[in-house]
């Protein structure tokens, strides 16, 4: 062969058009106006629209209920934030324990399969439940007795059994090879793990932790059923004091302004991952 011979470039990436990128804009526009325009029509051309829209579309309810709920959905917020912390860590020790081989440490790997089975089979609000009431309830000394810890406890152990998966996926993703290269410069399997193995696996499932961030957001609602008096608590003695719906609409409100953003990044996180994916096979 030839030393002048080259290896042919790549085709670059042609740009599309500004017909190409604005015709398919106008067509999903108008399609999604029509949509949801069909779908207001029906619903305000209804008999009892007016009632409902008095009960659950009251502007004056919505902003006389606004301050308490937006006190609340600061606890959200907070609860949801340390949650997020808690999760990463905890589930990343999970996950590791899991990928765990030799007879000293299947223990580790045993707790962890126990733990992520039972932990992913109890829905959320019944662990809210358990930990909110229960443990309180027993009444140890040394343990905290907030309805509000434990209710975040129950997050953090439920949500933690999910997570943990994620990572064991983005851990086999890694190709064995990086094992092997490991192996033969003489790393332990921890130090395999801490190196080669972890970094990879998290920038491979980052995308798919970021979801369930998403998904946390909503789901620290549930602590409301325990009496901590977060958005949709506030909500809801705002509308047993009135008998008016439109608190809740308030907390959606707030929860739509804080989870779209956060869905939008997740976004843009799976499409740059997708591209930088992609450059690698090029």
Same mark, same amino acid.
């Given at each position: 062969?030839?030393?002048?011979?080259?290896?042919?470039?790549?085709?670059?990436?042609?740009?599309?058009?500004?017909?190409?990128?604005?015709?398919?804009?106008?067509?999903?526009?108008?399609?999604?106006?029509?949509? /949801?325009?069909?779908? #207001?029509?029906?619903?305000?051309? #209804?008999?009892?629209?007016?009632?409902?829209?008095?009960? /659950?579309?009251?502007?004056?309810?919505?902003?006389?209920? /606004?301050?308490?709920?937006?006190?609340?959905?600061?606890?959200?917020?907070?609860?949801?934030?340390? #949650?997020?912390?808690?999760?990463?860590?905890?589930?990343?020790?999970?996950?590791?324990?899991?990928?765990?081989?030799?007879?000293?440490?299947?223990?580790?790997?045993?707790?962890?399969?126990?733990?992520?089975?039972?932990?992913?089979?109890?829905?959320?609000?019944?662990?809210?439940?358990?930990?909110?009431?229960?443990?309180?309830?027993?009444?140890?000394?040394?343990?905290?007795?907030?309805?509000? /810890?434990?209710?975040?406890?129950?997050?953090?152990?439920?949500?933690?059994?999910?997570?943990?998966?994620?990572?064991?996926?983005?851990?086999?993703?890694?190709?064995?090879?990086?094992?092997?290269?490991?192996?033969?410069?003489?790393?332990?399997?921890?130090?395999?793990?801490?190196?080669?193995?972890?970094?990879?696996?998290?920038?491979?499932?980052?995308?798919?932790?970021?979801?369930?961030?998403?998904?946390?957001?909503?789901?620290?609602?549930?602590?409301?059923?325990?009496?901590?008096?977060?958005?949709?608590?506030?909500?809801?003695?705002?509308?047993?004091?009135?008998?008016?719906?439109?608190?809740?609409?308030?907390?959606?409100?707030?929860?739509?302004?804080?989870?779209?953003?956060?869905?939008?990044?997740?976004?843009?996180?799976?499409?740059?991952?997708?591209?930088?994916?992609?450059?690698?096979?090029?």
């Amino acid at each position: 062969m030839s030393s002048d011979a080259r290896v042919p470039a790549p085709p670059a990436r042609r740009t599309p058009t500004l017909k190409e990128r604005v015709v398919p804009a106008l067509i999903s526009i108008f399609s999604v106006t029509v949509f /949801f325009g069909t779908i #207001a029509f029906l619903v305000t051309s #209804a008999e009892q629209w007016p009632r409902i829209r008095f009960q /659950f579309f009251n502007p004056d309810a919505i902003m006389a209920a /606004f301050p308490n709920v937006l006190r609340g959905f600061g606890i959200n917020m907070m609860v949801w934030a340390i #949650a997020l912390v808690a999760i990463g860590v905890w589930a990343l020790v999970l996950a590791v324990f899991r990928s765990l081989n030799g007879p000293i440490l299947a223990p580790l790997k045993v707790f962890s399969i126990v733990y992520i089975d039972l932990l992913r089979g109890i829905p959320s609000l019944l662990l809210v439940l358990l930990f909110g009431f229960g443990v309180p309830a027993l009444q140890i000394p040394g343990l905290p007795r907030s309805s509000l /810890f434990w209710g975040s406890v129950a997050m953090v152990l439920g949500y933690s059994a999910y997570a943990a998966e994620v990572y064991r996926s983005g851990m086999e993703a890694v190709h064995d090879g990086q094992r092997a290269a490991a192996k033969a410069l003489g790393l332990s399997q921890w130090q395999t793990l801490y190196y080669a193995i972890i970094p990879q696996a998290v920038r491979n499932v980052l995308p798919a932790l970021l979801n369930l961030a998403v998904a946390l957001q909503k789901d620290v609602a549930l602590l409301s059923v325990i009496g901590v008096r977060d958005a949709v608590r506030e909500a809801q003695i705002y509308t047993a004091r009135t008998f008016n719906y439109s608190s809740l609409i308030a907390a959606a409100i707030l929860f739509l302004l804080a989870t779209i953003p956060m869905a939008r990044i997740t976004d843009y996180v799976a499409r740059k991952d997708q591209e930088r994916r992609l450059q690698r096979t090029v």
